[in-house]
């Protein structure tokens, strides 16, 4: 292994100096015993190769677009609409009778018309031409760069239209400029969410009675993992109020005040929500990771402590063993293909975490990672969130002040019980990636193109998992590259099914006879 | 799928859906690639430049290197100029290229970042090293599409490095310069093998050959072997002529060289389809070069083709959409296959669309629906009202044809969701002899799939 320390100088050696001072903040040497702070969450360097995009990615892309049966219209012109159509594969299997406008991208389409003389005007009328063609339960707007310069009032369209067509019209200023990558959109999307969606509807009495009603928060269903998890919470017993927002429909997100606890697997992106909600409605947050075998038996042991329930936790056990039983053979059979072969992940803002489990299962050491747009709090634990300090790039993402709800507040757990739950299960805590990986293993925060060639080269991975951005560089290298954002369009990995997916997955990858023919026979014969 | 696509149609002046376009920078951003040590550069927010990174990665199964401004809020209110300047010196110093091609976005076109201003500061200030160069190109993403972003920045290369050349002697061929159009990597190829197998020396701008279709070797390279050399676009002014293929994507790059360096050009369509294909080589005939008996042969092979195929095409309906320049010229090569282009539709703004295509289709342009700057849910709403025996574009029609139960075969940028396309080429009379194997196998395919099973045929 390479003399860690002598790395970091290595990474950032060819930039200029003041760039090299800033870069090496985000680079550290991880220790799980002690855990070293990181930079994070900072403004990208221009010119480096970021793999970072922005907030309305973040905004719409990520939270508010899986969300099937709202009509997402997007102001600007027309690429930010476009390329955020279809192209992360939230999937959702819609009832015939609802409406589902995944398949859809609707935009303004802005042209130098409505640059120079403003775009309201044509806002509103897209808002009534959307809702005189489909007559949808509601409608968003989404801001991109330009909206916010011009000076668009995208909020009072909605205001009028909300009047004039008696749906659900909100907006969301998520230009593409604020905050310093996806992040920004996300807490955007779920002050918006939390602002005019959640605790509008009423659960119907008739849904609530079953006592384990759980909301799944931060999971988008990326190639059918939200519908593994809820096969599973099904088998459990356990009530599945609302997802968000994967396979979402507006209603559910509307009623989801009602469940008795949020489960949180994408902590960056929804962890406001589940604090907001705490606070609002009385409802506690576990982080959970449903993302390999082991994790995923223990998210569902931890879910059964939180109800303290004996036939709940009995059915749990059943259907942990049921379905590692169906497990285990295939892990152990890669497990004995793959085994000590070296794994690196940069991923966005979860999924590098979460995916250790399943490299654990089958024995494939991870020695570096790191995330696009994660904060300190995903990498070295909830404890340093409230020591961060918002910095000038950030400080107008707005911060929700939210009070207990007169009405609707509903404590769900005691104090006393809450506090004695706690030395068996973290409520409301979330204790990072690093903590999870070993010492001297590299953390990269928002990894940089010359940064990520130079670890390949350093570490000779056997796999890296990245995005579509790297996947074809890294192969070019002739080590495989699994994408963890769209999975190589598989899936699902979540679960216990998600798990076998995964393993076999990477058997393949990993033992392709492809990258055999690399080298000619000539060049063969000759070496 | 797409079930909530009503089937009447009615007005829409605000609300696109479904767009059969993007917006220009990730135009600019493909033809910066085409030049050789080129990194392409986005002035924005870096939101754009992941996404074009993203998309073109998508289409060519291949590395997509660029980098950005990484604007943020104050940049975006009090100028990009800071960021530029640092953004050109970090690239530079980190990945060595020896041509950065800027583009900007709506962020900074709306701000009024004064671009050449500030390369002008970056040259004075040292941030450019000895033999570099920094160009740009503006593409502000309301205007036109990513046609329009092509365009602009394969006048740039012009503008930036061509000069007037009255000495032509070093040439041992006549050098011919050829804007090939938004085409792919083996387009490019065939349509510089044409070129040269008639005698000329062809500067192609741009040329992702060898960029976006590089070997797997093992190694990556930053920088792959293709593109066109800043040598060579210095010396475009050498050229006895220029050949735009495409109107929409390169004649302005053709026209601002004729007026800088007085090299003559003409503007002719996509070679796609036979009758294009023949004005292309027509114009390398004119310039006084012999056919070879190769390009007659080849020629030779696809009429067989259409003859020995023509029952099956005539008379069949047909809906084509996708980029302007790739549509009309389909649209022609349909025409001359005997079937019926019912709609054709194209999202870049631009009347001589409407024009051309009237033109092209004669007599019969009435019949079809000729729909410029529309989108791909109206291209729907047609179809269920006139439905068709094939539709032709890009990736995004899969929902359409599985809608409405159409075969389907992809043509034109981009292709998300099949393999090798970029590899093969679909301009010239090998491109023509791969549409019509394509075309066919899809209408084939279905007759195969849907006839009983008496009339299920072991010859077809």
């Known amino acids: 292994a390479p003399v860690a320390t002598d790395l970091v100088e290595d990474l950032v050696k060819p930039y200029p100096v003041k760039v090299k001072r800033k870069r090496a903040k985000h680079i550290t040497v991880n220790d799980p015993d002690e855990i070293p702070p990181i930079e994070a969450n900072v403004r990208s360097t221009p010119g480096i190769i970021t793999t970072r995009g922005c907030c309305y990615a973040g905004c719409k892309g990520v939270v508010l677009g899986p969300i099937t049966d709202v009509i997402h219209i997007v102001h600007g012109p027309i690429g930010c609409s476009y390329y955020a159509w279809m192209t992360r594969r939230n999937q959702a299997d819609v009832p015939e009778s609802e409406q589902d406008f995944l398949k859809y991208c609707f935009s303004t389409d802005m042209t130098t018309n409505e640059i120079v003389f403003g775009g309201e005007k044509k806002l509103a009328q897209a808002v009534r031409e959307a809702y ?32 004039e067509l008696k749906i659900p019209v909100f907006a969301f200023s998520c230009e593409g400029y604020k905050g310093v990558s996806q992040s920004a959109g996300h807490h955007i999307a779920n002050n918006g969410l939390f602002k005019n969606v959640v605790g509008t509807e009423e659960l119907p009495a008739e849904a609530k009675t079953n006592p384990f009603r759980v909301n799944m928060l931060g999971e988008y269903n990326i190639g059918g993992d939200a519908f593994e998890i809820e096969r599973l919470l099904n088998a459990c017993g356990i009530q599945l109020v609302a997802t968000f927002s994967g396979n979402a429909q507006l209603a559910e997100l509307a009623h989801s005040q009602d469940a008795n606890l949020n489960l949180i697997q994408c902590h960056r992106s929804i962890n406001y929500m589940a604090t907001m909600m705490e606070t609002k409605y009385g409802i506690p947050w576990l982080k959970v990771n449903f993302i390999g075998a082991e994790a995923t038996a223990k998210t569902l042991r931890k879910i059964a402590r939180y109800f303290g329930d004996d036939e709940l936790t009995a059915r749990v056990e059943i259907v942990i063993a049921e379905e590692l039983a169906k497990v285990e053979p295939v892990r152990q059979a890669v497990r004995a293909r793959v085994e000590g072969r070296p794994v690196m992940l940069f991923v966005g803002g979860s999924r590098s975490h979460h995916y250790q489990s399943l490299f654990r299962d089958m024995g494939m050491p991870v020695v570096t990672a790191g995330y696009e747009f994660a904060h300190r709090d995903d990498y070295e634990g909830y404890q340093v969130a409230s020591t961060i300090k918002v910095d000038a790039d950030s400080r107008n993402i707005e911060e929700l002040t939210v009070e207990a709800d007169p009405e609707h507040y509903r404590a769900r757990k005691s ?57 074809y560089v890294v192969e070019k290298m002739g080590i495989p590259c699994k994408q963890l954002h769209n999975y190589d369009y598989g899936g699902p990995y979540a679960g216990f099914r998600g798990a076998v997916n995964f393993y076999q997955e990477i058997d393949r990858m990993v033992n392709s006879p492809v990258w055999g023919f690399i080298p000619t026979p000539w060049e063969k014969q000759s070496a | 799928m797409l079930s909530q696509t009503p089937t009447k149609v009615s007005q829409r002046s605000a609300l696109r859906i479904n767009p059969a376009k993007t917006c220009q920078p990730i135009g600019a951003m493909y033809a910066a690639s085409g030049i050789h040590n080129c ?156 070129a040269e197998s008639v005698g000329f020396t062809v500067t192609m701008f741009p040329d992702t050959a060898g960029v976006l279709d590089a070997p797997q070797t093992g190694s990556f390279q930053m920088y792959p072997d293709g593109g066109v050399t800043v040598d060579e676009l210095r010396n475009l002014g050498r050229g006895v002529k220029t050949l735009a293929l495409g109107p929409f994507a390169s004649a302005e790059a053709a026209l601002q060289l004729d007026k800088i360096a007085g090299v003559p050009h003409e503007v002719l369509d996509l070679p796609v389809g036979i009758a294009a294909t023949d004005r292309f080589i027509g114009a390398l005939n004119a310039l006084g070069a012999a056919i070879p008996d ?4 080849q020629r030779g092979q696809l009429v067989d083709l259409m003859c020995d195929v023509q029952q099956h095409f005539y008379n069949k309906k047909v809906a084509i959409f996708g980029d302007p320049d790739h549509v009309l010229s389909l649209t022609e090569f349909c025409r001359d296959l005997g079937m019926i282009p019912v709609h054709i539709l194209t999202g870049t703004p631009g009347k001589a669309f409407g024009r051309k295509a009237t033109e092209i289709l004669g007599d019969k342009a009435d019949q079809t629906n000729i729909e410029g700057e529309q989108d791909l849910f109206l291209l729907h709403q047609l179809i269920k009202n006139q439905p068709v025996d094939l539709l032709v574009g890009t990736s995004y029609g899969k929902y359409i044809a599985r809608a409405e139960d159409i075969p389907f075969v992809r043509f034109g940028w981009p292709i998300l969701d099949r393999f090798g396309h970029a590899l093969i080429p679909s301009l010239g009379y090998a491109g023509a002899i791969q549409l019509i194997s394509k075309m066919s196998d899809a209408l084939l395919d279905r007759r195969d799939r849907d006839s009983t099973e008496w009339q299920f045929e072991l010859v077809l």
């Open chain 2, 39 to 194: 990194l392409p550069y986005s002035h924005g927010s870096q939101g754009c430049c992941s996404y074009h990174r993203s998309h073109l990665t998508r289409h060519f199964k291949e590395p997509f290197m660029a980098a950005t401004s990484s604007f943020t809020e104050g940049a975006s209110v009090f100028g990009g100029q800071p960021n530029l300047l640092q953004g050109l010196r970090t690239a530079f110093a980190a990945y060595d290229p020896d041509v950065i091609a800027v583009n900007t976005t709506c962020l900074s076109e709306t701000i009024g970042d004064d671009i050449p201003q500030i390369i002008g500061e970056a040259e004075s200030s040292g941030i450019i090293p000895e033999g570099k160069f920094v160009i740009h190109a503006n593409t502000p993403s309301y205007d036109g599409s990513h046609v329009t972003g092509f365009s602009n920045m394969c006048v740039s290369m012009v503008k930036y490095f061509a000069t007037r050349i009255e000495d032509s002697s070093e040439a041992s061929a006549p050098q011919l310069n050829i804007v090939p159009g938004f085409v792919d990597p083996a387009d490019m190829r065939e349509i510089r093998r044409l």
């Open chain 1, 132 to 163: 005189e063609i489909f007559h949808p339960k509601a409608i968003d707007i989404f801001s991109t760069c330009p909206v916010g310069l011009i000076g668009d009032d995208v909020h009072a369209v909605a205001r009028e239209a909300r009047k």
């Open chain 2, 294 to 297: 190769e390009i007659t042969t």
């Open chain 1, 415 to 471: 104090p006393e019980e809450l506090e004695r739950l706690k030395a068996s299960v973290d409520i409301a805590d979330y204790k990072g990636m690093m903590p999870e990986m070993a010492k001297g293993a590299m953390v990269v925060d928002d990894i940089s193109h010359h940064e990520l060639e130079q670890l390949i080269e350093t570490y000779h991975p056997a796999l890296v998992c990245s995005g579509i951005k790297d996947k």
